[in-house]
């Protein structure tokens, strides 16, 4: 944001408002916890690349065009090279936005952060609060303004934090993010935040308000589709609170609820919901995967790979959500796939195939190659004949001719993986052997635990270099145990704790199993039988009748919802074309989506549809009628996928709407209305009663709504005829 816009904004501040200090943020750039080791053993979190970019630019570049003008950017984890990084890029050297450092070696969590910091006294006035792994586009504008204006009344009103809706899975009780389900109570007129709850006991079926909660407020509005965005606007109360408490260690867990359990000093926390903005944290691998492929498909605009930020190069955007940078070498016969990155120097071989991935710089892709849904970061060798499936190998990794990387699998950096190797679902590999001492995820919230880093300090001074190269003299005297990964392989797999698979597949950047999806969609089918009494909650949930609650438009939710489902429908329904993934896979995966966000059959029928006609749309044809015999040959390949949805005469109606809605906004199409109307009666996806009594229902519509009634007129005459023939002859 400029220096003029900024200016502007202070124009009918008081004076007092005009003599405070520019807007100022604390970005953690160590998120304390263990969730991307082995990988973080190496490179701290911030610096790890998504869609080819450090996490911390995407930050850094919100935080910049949202008007902040000065980050205190607190490094602990592999604190050298993330400041090597700040110093040797562009963010040292922005005009009206100033990026400083603040380093500490033995602070093992967030409020040892903030009671540091607190010490330096730099921070003199209301705050941004974030983590270096949060990816946003939203607006800072509203939220400070309400923020300030609820101070002027209230000085305990100290934090203000931002959520947006998120429905989370009924089959596994987590977000799309991979997080658990969230379970906050907010009064509904002043938004105050008045219960936080992110590790509910789903065996138990219900949780537990106190009583002096309901009260003391009048109306609460009970939420488990909330999605905590862990980007909060702080007073500078908020420090001192954190140096009062030395319990205070976690932001969430310890700090928030324990304000909002504290009736003596009575200090407040508020919500700010965004609804058509974007903002999400890194917290797994799964919302890892997550993020990227919304970054692919441009919901974080404009911080999106063809769009030139701080830390990203010159891509070009392609059809289909295909980005590939200039200088690439790409055989003839290869095959790039739909919401793929291609960066630059990667050279890729002969009818190698790549789809939903994203392949950093300096790659070299052999012959025969299969790429699905991977994460492949930059100078990685992947020789002739490999297939990865949903997997993450970072810098340097050599996957040897054969090879195979199963769903789920993390190589840390320079691992090898011999020939004709199969590295099993889940693995994680790396040249550093696992730690003896595990720190718990549990104890520590933010990236990576000081734990972690008294573990291997013999070996951080190899490691903790700006490009996460690893020296070969100290690992001279190690003898890889090659019998791991196979002839030629180099590096250690980690076992997995007791009880640790569930959490493998839960926080993996491979989709849920098929075997584990079906329990959990039995699992799910049965307790929704067990709640049809009607005393369960909706997602959303009045504690109070007669509430007068002026709720936010639920019309623009419902919107924003049919939107992101018609796009996760679209991206599954497109792997499944280039991934050869099967009709009743493809079911399991749509009714995931389908409970995730509360729609009906119908909804996927649509949805669906669309996505089979712009497939049909992008085959190559040169007339209208080999667009119709396009069409005719998808919707014959894929009808049992789409007769799954059709139960119903109402669900055939919303097939035969959504064709409307596509002939209207696709001029190909609008011609050969009535010819794939009958393409869709004469494979028996949708029958004759509902093509008549769709006839029926536009009788008394206007002349602009019949265009395609009229086109299909004589189609549909044919169908009434034929109709009345077969009443004569049963009467007869």
Not at 335 to 355: A, E, L
Request: net charge negative.
């Amino acid at each position: 944001m400029g220096t003029q816009k900024k200016n502007a904004s202070r124009g009918s501040e008081d004076p007092v408002e005009l003599a405070r200090v520019p807007l100022q943020a604390i970005l953690l750039a160590d998120s304390f916890t263990t969730k991307f080791r082995p990988i973080t053993l190496e490179r701290p979190k911030v610096l790890l690349p998504l869609v080819n970019v450090p996490m911390i630019n995407y930050t850094l570049a919100w935080l910049e065009s949202a008007g902040v003008e000065e980050v205190f950017v607190f490094c602990c984890a592999h604190s050298k090279q993330v400041i090597d990084y700040l110093e040797s890029s562009e963010w040292f050297s922005q005009p009206n936005f100033t990026v400083t450092t603040i380093e500490s070696h033995n602070s093992v969590s967030a409020g040892d952060a903030l009671r540091l910091i607190y010490e330096r006294n730099v921070i003199n006035g209301d705050f941004v609060l974030i983590s270096g792994d949060t990816v946003s586009n939203m607006s800072l504008t509203q939220v400070l303004q309400e923020h300030k204006e609820r101070r002027k009344k209230d000085s305990n009103a100290v934090m203000t934090v931002v959520i947006k809706r998120s429905k989370p899975s009924q089959i596994t009780h987590q977000s799309r993010l991979g997080t658990d389900e969230l379970f906050v109570a907010i009064d509904p007129n002043t938004k105050q935040l008045l219960y936080y709850e992110d590790k509910a006991d789903h065996a138990k079926g219900s949780i537990y308000l106190d009583k002096l909660l309901l009260a003391d407020n009048p109306s609460i509005t009970l939420h488990n589709d909330k999605q905590d965005c862990y980007i909060d606007i702080c007073s500078p109360e908020v420090l001192s609170l954190f140096t009062d408490n030395f319990d205070y260690q976690h932001l969430r867990r310890h700090f928030l609820k324990g304000l909002l359990v504290d009736d003596i000093m009575g200090y407040k926390i508020f919500t700010h919901e965004i609804h058509s903005s974007y903002a999400a944290r890194i917290d797994n691998f799964r919302s890892y995967d997550t993020i990227s492929k919304d970054i692919i498909q441009r919901w974080t605009y404009p911080l999106v790979p063809d769009v030139k930020f701080f830390g990203n190069s010159s891509i070009k955007l392609e059809r289909q959500g295909m980005y590939r940078a200039s200088e690439i070498g790409q055989s003839r016969s290869a095959q790039i796939g739909p919401f793929t990155v291609i960066g630059s120097g990667t050279k890729i071989g002969n009818t190698t195939k790549i789809s939903n991935s994203v392949i950093g710089e300096g790659c070299s892709i052999g012959s025969n190659v299969s790429i699905e849904g991977s994460y492949i970061w930059d100078n990685v060798t992947i020789e002739d004949g490999c297939k990865l499936r949903h997997a993450i190998a970072c810098d340097g990794v050599i996957v040897k001719s054969g090879a195979v990387l199963e769903p789920g699998v993390v190589l840390s950096f320079k691992v090898v993986v011999g020939q004709q190797f199969i590295v099993p679902s889940y693995s994680k590999v790396s040249l550093l052997q696992q730690p003896i001492k595990q720190d718990s995820d549990e104890e520590l919230e933010y990236a990576d635990s000081s734990g972690g880093i008294a573990e291997i300090s013999s070996i951080t001074h190899t490691v903790d270099k700006l490009n996460g190269e690893i020296t070969n003299q100290p690992f001279e005297t190690q003898c890889w145990p090659t019998s791991e990964l196979g002839t030629g392989g180099a590096g250690y797999v980690w076992s997995i704790c007791e009880g640790g698979h569930d959490e493998e597949w839960r926080h993996s950047v491979a989709p849920i199993p098929a075997d584990k999806l079906s329990e959990a969609i039995h699992a799910a089918d049965d307790d929704l039988e067990l709640t049809q009494d009607g005393r369960s909650l909706p997602p959303s949930g009045e504690l109070k009748p007669d509430s007068n609650d002026s709720e936010y438009d639920d019309d623009g939710e419902s919107r924003d919802d049919s939107i992101y489902f018609g796009k996760e429908v679209e991206a599954t329904f497109l792997r499944a074309v280039h991934e050869n993934i099967t009709v009743d896979h493809v079911i399991l995966e749509v009714n995931s989506l389908r409970l995730s966000y509360n729609k009906v059959a119908a909804d996927c029928a649509g949805d669906l549809f669309y996505s089979l006609m712009k497939l049909a749309l992008e085959t190559p044809q040169d007339s209208a009628s080999e667009l119709v015999q396009a069409t005719t040959n998808v919707l014959a390949k894929w009808k049992k996928l789409l007769k799954y949805y059709l139960a119903e005469i109402d669900e055939e109606i919303e097939v035969i709407l959504k064709l409307e809605e596509i002939c209207e906004s696709t001029k190909e199409f609008a011609p050969v209305f009535d010819k794939i109307l009958y393409q869709l009666y004469d494979l028996e996806v949708i029958q004759e009663e509902a093509i008549l009594r769709w006839d029926d229902e536009k009788k008394d519509a206007d002349e602009s709504d019949k265009v395609f009634v009229k086109q299909a007129e004589k189609f549909i005459q044919w169908l009434r005829e034929a109709s009345e023939e077969d009443e004569e002859e049963d009467e007869e």
